[in-house]
């Protein structure tokens, strides 16, 4: 496993950990995630999102990036409603440590303003599914 450097590392990483899961399992992943405390935090959350925006991303790799937020916890600056641009289209709805680790990083009220916010934009209609998914799943908290 290569020590990653970049938001590509972290991405291949991912893709690298989702092609050897038939062999080894969550090994990789597992090795991945006890290395990334080192990592920038910024530069985690750039992998994950880049993962997350890809439309050909396979439901496992989403799953493993929602352990990779889970577990890691890292902390951004980077702009919510950038994120969620980014990522709404691909996003698997079922990736619930999505909408939890933007809870934990921004805030509720932080993340209700914003989906409100974006709720008027013009959205292709999976980018407004995913908007009404996370809207669902905020009024549980």
Known sequence: MKFPQTAIDIQNEVLNSLNVFPKVGHLR?????????????????????????????HYLAQQ???????SVQPRTDMELQDILYRTLESWNNNILEFPAWMIQNYGLRHVKITLDDMEGEDLSPNESESLEALKAYLKLY
């Open 29 to 57: 992943l597992r090795q991945l995630i006890n290395i990334l405390p080192t990592v920038s935090d910024d530069i985690i959350v750039e992998g994950v999102v880049k993962v997350l925006e890809s439309n050909r991303t």
């Open 64 to 70: 493993f990036c929602g352990k990779i937020l889970s």
